[in-house]
C-alpha cells in the first residue's frame, strides 16, 4: 500500500493542532494565564519558584498540579482510543466498528462499581482507575474465549459475544445499584458520565507509558493489519498468521480502550468518530492511519476537554458529555449515509 492521500500535510496539521490545543489547555480555564508565564513556570523548578512573585507561585500550582496532568490525561486517552478505534475498524472492515463491541465499556463499569462499594475509590487515587482496567480486561478475554473456535475466531461471533457479555456485565451493575447506597450510586453516576476533573499525577503517570509502548508498537507493526483489512482468505494466502494477527490487535486494541478508561472513565465516541474521519482523509493504510488517529484523538479530546471546562466557566461540563452530544449525531450521520449508499 502506497502512504495514502496528502500524508504528511495532515501529519503537520494535526500535529500542528495538537501543540495549540496542549498549550490551549495550559493557558485557559477557569482562570487564564498569560502563556508567557505558562511557559515561565513550565521551565522553572519548584524549588525556584519560593521566592517569587505570588502571582507566579500561582500559576506554578494551576500549571503543575491542575492543568499539565489533565492535558496528558486527554492526549494519552484520546491517542489511545484513536489507535484503538482504528485497529476495530479495520479488523472488522466496518468503518461503524468502535471499541464498544469488545464489551469493554461494560466491564470497566463493573470493575469501578466494585471499587466503589469497596471502598477502593477511597483508600487510594488509583482505587477506581486500577479496578475499571482490571474490569476491561476481564471483558474483553471474556468475549475472545466465548468467540473462539478450534478453526479460528468469526468476527460475527466476536461481536455477538460482545453484545451478549455486555448486557450481562449491564445488568450485574444495575442490580449491585440498586441494592448499593445512594452514595455510592452518585459517586459511580458521576464515574460514568467520563471526564478529566480531578486528574492528578498518581492517576496520571501509571498508565502513560504503557499507552506510548502500545501506539509505538502498532504503528510499528500496522502492515499485518493492512493485509488482514483485505480479508481473512487473501491474508492466509499470503503467508499472515491470521489467527495471531488478530489475536494480538484484539489485545492491543482491548488494553489500549482499558487504559483510556483508566484515566478519563468511559469517554464516548471518540474511537468511531476520529479513525473514521481519518480514513475519509488519507485513506485505509494503518501505517499512516494509525499516526494519524493518535495524533487526531489525542488533539480532539484536549480541544473537547478545553471547551467542557470554559464554556460555562466557572462550572465544567463533563467532557464524556460534551463527545456524546457530538458524537450521537455524527453517528447517525455516518448511519443515514451508508443507508444511502447501500440502496444505490
Given at each position: 500500500?502506497?502512504?495514502?492521500?496528502?500524508?504528511?500535510?495532515?501529519?503537520?496539521?494535526?500535529?500542528?493542532?495538537?501543540?495549540?490545543?496542549?498549550?490551549?489547555?495550559?493557558?485557559?480555564?477557569?482562570?487564564?494565564?498569560?502563556?508567557?508565564?505558562?511557559?515561565?513556570?513550565?521551565?522553572?523548578?519548584?524549588?525556584?519558584?519560593?521566592?517569587?512573585?505570588?502571582?507566579?507561585?500561582?500559576?506554578?500550582?494551576?500549571?503543575?498540579?491542575?492543568r499539565l496532568p489533565r492535558a496528558l490525561a486527554a492526549l494519552g486517552a484520546g491517542a489511545a482510543l484513536g489507535v484503538s478505534g482504528a485497529i476495530i475498524q479495520g479488523l472488522f472492515r466496518?468503518?461503524?466498528?468502535?471499541?464498544?463491541?469488545?464489551?469493554?465499556?461494560?466491564?470497566?463499569?463493573?470493575?469501578?462499581?466494585?471499587?466503589?462499594?469497596?471502598?477502593?475509590?477511597?483508600?487510594?487515587?488509583?482505587?477506581?482507575?486500577?479496578?475499571?482496567?482490571?474490569?476491561?480486561?476481564?471483558?474483553?478475554?471474556?468475549?475472545?474465549?466465548?468467540?473462539?473456535?478450534?478453526?479460528?475466531?468469526?468476527?460475527?461471533?466476536?461481536?455477538?459475544?460482545?453484545?451478549?457479555?455486555?448486557?450481562?456485565?449491564?445488568?450485574?451493575?444495575?442490580?449491585?445499584?440498586?441494592?448499593?447506597?445512594?452514595?455510592?450510586?452518585?459517586?459511580?453516576?458521576?464515574?460514568?458520565?467520563?471526564?478529566?476533573?480531578?486528574?492528578?499525577?498518581?492517576?496520571?503517570l501509571p498508565p502513560l507509558p504503557f499507552i506510548g509502548l502500545l501506539l509505538i508498537g502498532s504503528i510499528l507493526f500496522a502492515q499485518p493489519l493492512n493485509v488482514l483489512s483485505q480479508g481473512?482468505?487473501?491474508?492466509?494466502?499470503?503467508?499472515?498468521?491470521?489467527?495471531?494477527?488478530?489475536?494480538?490487535?484484539?489485545?492491543?486494541?482491548?488494553?489500549?480502550?482499558?487504559?483510556?478508561?483508566?484515566?478519563?472513565?468511559?469517554?464516548?465516541?471518540?474511537?468511531?468518530?476520529?479513525?473514521?474521519?481519518?480514513?475519509?482523509?488519507?485513506?485505509?493504510?494503518?501505517?499512516?492511519?494509525?499516526?494519524?488517529?493518535?495524533?487526531?484523538?489525542?488533539?480532539?479530546?484536549?480541544?473537547?476537554?478545553?471547551?467542557?471546562?470554559?464554556?460555562?466557566?466557572?462550572?465544567?461540563?463533563?467532557?464524556?458529555?460534551?463527545?456524546?452530544?457530538?458524537?450521537?449525531?455524527?453517528?447517525?450521520?455516518?448511519?443515514?449515509?451508508?443507508?444511502?449508499?447501500?440502496?444505490?
Amino acid at each position: 500500500m502506497n502512504q495514502g492521500k496528502g500524508y504528511e500535510p495532515w501529519f503537520i496539521g494535526l500535529s500542528l493542532a495538537l501543540v495549540l490545543t496542549f498549550l490551549g489547555s495550559l493557558v485557559w480555564g477557569a482562570v487564564s494565564l498569560p502563556l508567557n508565564q505558562v511557559f515561565e513556570v513550565f521551565f522553572r523548578p519548584g524549588a525556584r519558584i519560593e521566592n517569587v512573585e505570588r502571582s507566579l507561585r500561582q500559576a506554578y500550582t494551576i500549571v503543575w498540579h491542575i492543568r499539565l496532568p489533565r492535558a496528558l490525561a486527554a492526549l494519552g486517552a484520546g491517542a489511545a482510543l484513536g489507535v484503538s478505534g482504528a485497529i476495530i475498524q479495520g479488523l472488522f472492515r466496518n468503518p461503524l466498528a468502535s471499541p464498544d463491541v469488545l464489551g469493554i465499556s461494560a466491564g470497566s463499569s463493573l470493575g469501578a462499581v466494585l471499587a466503589i462499594l469497596g471502598g477502593l475509590a477511597s483508600m487510594h487515587p488509583l482505587g477506581i482507575s486500577l479496578s475499571a482496567f482490571l474490569g476491561a480486561v476481564f471483558a474483553g478475554a471474556v468475549v475472545y474465549s466465548i468467540s473462539r473456535r478450534p478453526e479460528g475466531t468469526h468476527l460475527l461471533y466476536l461481536i455477538l459475544a460482545g453484545l451478549a457479555v455486555s448486557s450481562l456485565l449491564n445488568g450485574l451493575v444495575s442490580g449491585i445499584l440498586v441494592i448499593s447506597e445512594e452514595y455510592a450510586l452518585s459517586q459511580f453516576i458521576f464515574w460514568t458520565m467520563g471526564g478529566l476533573d480531578g486528574a492528578s499525577w498518581v492517576r496520571v503517570l501509571p498508565p502513560l507509558p504503557f499507552i506510548g509502548l502500545l501506539l509505538i508498537g502498532s504503528i510499528l507493526f500496522a502492515q499485518p493489519l493492512n493485509v488482514l483489512s483485505q480479508g481473512e482468505e487473501q491474508a492466509f494466502s499470503l503467508g499472515v498468521g491470521v489467527e495471531k494477527v488478530k489475536l494480538i490487535f484484539l489485545i492491543v486494541a482491548s488494553t489500549l480502550t482499558a487504559l483510556a478508561v483508566a484515566l478519563a472513565g468511559p469517554i464516548a465516541f471518540v474511537g468511531l468518530m476520529v479513525p473514521h474521519g481519518i480514513r475519509l482523509l488519507t485513506g485505509p493504510n494503518h501505517r499512516t492511519l494509525l499516526p494519524l488517529s493518535a495524533l487526531g484523538g489525542g488533539s480532539f479530546l484536549l480541544f473537547a476537554d478545553l471547551i467542557a471546562r470554559t464554556i460555562l466557566a466557572p462550572r465544567e461540563l463533563k467532557t464524556g458529555i460534551l463527545t456524546a452530544l457530538i458524537g450521537g449525531p455524527y453517528f447517525i450521520f455516518l448511519i443515514l449515509h451508508h443507508r444511502r449508499e447501500g440502496l444505490q
